[in-house]
């Protein structure tokens, strides 16, 4: 399985070659990609040096395009995939069906993925994009459990990739419009989710108060460890019950899953995390790259190793893991 | 302008779906969604009741159209998308791709429904293409957005070919999830949900730890807490060339609300109701969803 990781900067690419991915992904310095965040990603000159780095080690290199564009921001999303083609990169990411024809009539040779924002759970879907748009791949949404994902593996028409660790959107991706009701921007609109602008922190005597455009998201006693109000991990009042009504914090790892994911004919594994430390891309792509060399080594006896484990769940939101869709009680 | 009722987004009693359809043939709506679009489990109406029901209803004068799931993960759903899809002649609203490539393949026209990623003009006349006759607006899209696709679907020259329809009341579905959040608010598990959502007829309120609304948990669905409102805004809607206006379903005052949307709509109402305290509108003023823009 080719390991994807995320590069949201210069040293978060070179942290993810030196430690071993087969392809890194990348969005250009605009609201055209999914982790539109200040000080992040790519302009053209940055781009070609890190397109240099990889290519120089083997390393594929996608551009991420996977915001959806309203009709303002047309040229810019039309300039990003030119962009893309002009530097060559190895593929583009997208989700938007108006991006996708474009890029298929004006750059026919350009592969294609089809984004996770893309939102295809099924095979049928799956149809759909490959058909109009000669996708080569498709990146799955966090709802499937290995059955499903099994079964929509044995009639896609094209390699499927899914995540493997990292921040978990609880929502199917691409169909969430829950950060766009309280603030003004989403992942489709402007490729943010809780955007930083709308987040403000409170401390009230001994009660520390994580706010976004104003809406109270979780309350913290003294010692508790407070995370990003992501809206859909804070605290709610439920029918008079106090609890994370939509998910805990926690991140995603599904590296005990490796031989079921390899068994059912997953092509890639992606790491979240464009905007995360270079740092913590090279604790997360080493043990990653150490567990599917083992596993390659010895697929049948292939144990998570605790150490592994530890480093993973070490760098988790909430120092927690889950196997999410995975995992049986959410089916 | 037409005006439609959404398909019931929330879990019914059975016998509460029949009486609700049949006042609503009695109501001034032009076209009439129905089916399952949230969670395969509610089946207080199977498939083959609501392919009935769509039947009956379709006597009735009104435009009927048969609604699909908006999250197809299970071949057992796509089995359904397909004898829905295989209706004979009933037009289909597709709330997920797989409905589209279902529809397009036969080469039956279908309507795009607000889960469908349509955010351009471009993406519009991919759909257009593989047989869309209307597309539901993306809930978090704005009048303004409204007007610059619609504009450059003139330019793109077929603007006059796909009717566009606007979700103007109810609570805006904002999210679908694998995980059951009615369930886990029971502390049960999706795969022995006990059909929870039963006794939820508008959904469960999820408020701020300040009381504040926030969303509404509808099984596997998120919605807005507060409801959506834009009969203030019918005017402007026929004046960017919306088509059909839609107002979801209610338990109680579905009567009122429709009649007073079909009033605003035909100029009928000399006074447009303040919307109610607690409705919001931001959405379609390129705000926050959550807040209220006075008209």
Excluded at chain 2, 34 to 46: F, H, I, W
Aim: negative net charge; charged residues 20%.
């Amino acid at each position: 399985m080719e390991l994807v990781c995320p590069a949201g900067s210069f040293p978060a690419l070179k942290a993810a070659v030196d430690n071993g991915a087969d392809a890194v992904y990348i969005g250009f310095k605009d609201d055209t990609n999914a982790r539109h965040f200040a000080g992040l990603n790519f302009n053209d000159r940055k781009a070609m040096k890190a397109l240099d780095y990889a290519r120089q080690r083997d390393v594929k290199l996608f551009v991420a395009i996977n915001t959806y564009p309203q009709p303002e921001g047309w040229e810019r999303w039309r300039k990003a995939v030119d962009m893309a083609a002009e530097l060559q990169a190895d593929a583009v990411i997208a989700g938007d069906m108006g991006v996708l024809g474009y890029a298929v009539e004006a750059h026919p040779d350009l592969a294609l993925h089809l984004s996770v924002q893309g939102s295809a759970t099924n095979y049928e879907a799956l149809k759909f994009y490959q058909q109009r748009f000669n996708i080569r791949r498709a990146v799955l949404p966090r709802v499937l459990s290995l059955s499903q994902v099994k079964h929509v593996a044995q009639h896609s028409p094209v390699d499927l990739e899914v995540f493997a660790f990292g921040s978990l959107c609880i929502m199917a991706e691409g169909r969430c419009h829950l950060s766009s009701y309280i603030t003004d921007e989403s992942p489709n609109t402007c490729g943010a989710c809780s955007p930083a602008k709308a987040v403000r922190w409170e401390q009230k005597g001994e009660v520390l108060e994580s706010r976004l455009n104003g809406v109270l998201i979780d309350r913290y006693q003294e010692g508790e460890n407070a995370g990003y109000p992501t809206l859909c991990k804070g605290r709610f009042d439920v029918a008079d019950h106090i609890y994370h009504a939509l998910e805990e914090p926690t991140s995603l790892n599904t590296l005990e899953l490796i031989p079921q994911l390899k068994a059912n004919n997953v092509k890639a594994v992606k790491i979240e995390g464009r905007q995360r430390s270079p740092a913590y891309v090279e604790q997360v792509v080493r043990v990653w790259r150490e567990a599917l060399d083992s596993y390659a080594r010895d697929p049948q006896s292939f144990k998570a190793d605790p150490e592994w484990m530890a480093v993973l769940a070490n760098v988790s939101e909430g120092t927690q893991t889950t196997l999410g869709a995975y995992s049986r009680p959410w089916q | 302008m037409q005006l439609s009722i959404g398909s019931i987004l929330f879990f019914w009693p059975r016998e509460t779906v029949y009486d609700f359809y049949q006042r609503m043939t009695q109501s001034p709506a032009d076209i009439i969604y129905l089916g399952e679009t949230v969670c395969s489990k509610r089946r207080e109406l199977k498939t083959g009741d609501w392919l009935a029901l769509a039947k009956e209803l379709s006597g009735s004068g009104k435009q009927v159209v048969l609604s699909t799931l908006a999250l197809l993960e299970a071949e057992s759903e796509m089995k359904t998308l397909r004898n829905i899809c295989d209706n004979d002649g009933l037009l289909v609203e597709a709330n997920d791709m797989a409905g589209v490539q279902v529809l397009s393949e036969k080469g039956l026209p279908f309507v795009a429904g607000s889960s469908i990623n349509i955010y351009n003009a471009r993406t519009l006349q991919v759909l257009h293409k593989q047989g869309l006759k209307r597309w539901v607006m993306p809930v978090e899209l704005s009048a303004n957005t409204l007007g610059l696709i619609l504009k450059d679907a003139a330019r793109l020259g077929f603007a006059d070919q796909v009717e566009t329809e606007v979700f103007a009341y109810g609570h805006l579905p904002l999210a679908f999830s694998a995980r059951c959040f009615t369930a886990r608010s029971r502390d049960l598990p999706k795969d022995d949900c006990q059909f929870v959502c039963i006794d939820h007829p508008e959904g469960l309120a999820m408020r701020s730890q300040e009381q504040q609304p926030v969303f509404t948990i509808n099984g596997i669905q998120t919605m807005s807490g507060d409801v959506y409102n834009l009969l203030p805004e019918v005017g402007k809607m026929a004046e960017l060339g919306v088509d059909v206006v839609r107002v979801s379903p209610r338990i109680s005052d579905m009567e009122i609300l429709v009649k007073q949307f079909k009033s605003a709509m035909d100029g009928e109402l000399t006074q447009i109701p303040v919307i109610a305290a607690g409705d919001c509108n931001g959405y379609w003023y390129g705000d926050p969803g959550m807040l209220t823009v006075p008209a």
